[in-house]
């Protein structure tokens, strides 16, 4: 497509609908935010929450792997 010929309808309706998103994304981040404090404020360790949000996240024989990977490492370097 040239610049010529953009249709800036089509166009303005894509920023749009990404501007929207952005604004929701945003919300939602703070809501998480939100979620991590509530469970701080509760006592529990936020750190170690978002580690388990990433390991739930990854696929289980990825994490499997990783966690060999890092037992073996522990292990050469005596803290295993």
Do not use: P
Request: no cysteine; proline share 0%; net charge negative.
């Amino acid at each position: 497509m040239s610049s010529n010929s953009i249709d800036s309808g089509h166009l303005k309706s894509f920023i749009e609908r990404i501007e929207r998103l952005e604004e929701e994304k945003k919300a939602l981040a703070e809501d998480i935010k939100d979620v991590y404090a509530e469970a701080k404020g509760t006592g529990y360790d936020v750190k170690v929450m978002r580690k388990i949000v990433s390991l739930r996240r990854q696929d289980t024989h990825k994490r499997k792997e990783e966690e060999e990977i890092l037992d073996l490492y522990l292990s050469a370097l005596g803290m295993g």
